[in-house]
């Protein structure tokens, strides 16, 4: 199976920023669409944003929308989400997780992703 790892959580200042990353193994990297959750202590995990693996498309949750960016470099096999103008309820566990090829409509959904990542820290102080 696809493994993926992420990196770049950390404690930060409301509006300060990070930039995850997350790694990916395999050779059709570029034929996976790749989303962002976030899970808060005692919340639900949630999409925070997205990109569809023909990299022409992305999602961002409201929340987000204007201060987070999604990214990748298939080269790389890493996808990216810069984080920007951060709150305190930004905090939050953020795992990378990945469907091949997938789709738009169940973009959201985190049950239509079939590989995760472990997780990483990110903690916004105010």
């Known amino acids: 199976q696809v493994q993926l790892v992420e990196s770049g959580g950390g404690l930060v200042q409301a509006g300060g920023s990070l930039r995850l990353s997350c790694a990916a193994s395999g050779r059709t990297f570029g034929s996976y669409t790749m989303g962002w959750f976030r899970q808060a202590p005692g919340k639900e995990r949630e999409l925070a944003a997205a990109?569809?693996?023909?990299?022409?498309?992305?999602y961002y949750a409201d929340s987000v929308k204007g201060r987070f960016t999604i990214s990748r470099d298939n080269a790389k096999n890493t996808v990216y989400l810069q984080m920007n103008t951060l709150k305190p309820e930004d905090t939050a566990v953020y795992y990378c997780?990945?469907?091949?090829?997938?789709?738009?409509?169940?973009?959201?959904?985190?049950?239509?992703?079939?590989?995760w990542g472990r997780g990483t820290q990110v903690t916004v102080s105010s």
């Open positions: 997780a990945a469907v091949f090829r997938g789709s738009a409509l169940g973009l959201r959904n985190r049950q239509n992703y079939d590989y």
């Open positions: 990109i569809i693996w023909r990299g022409s498309s992305t």
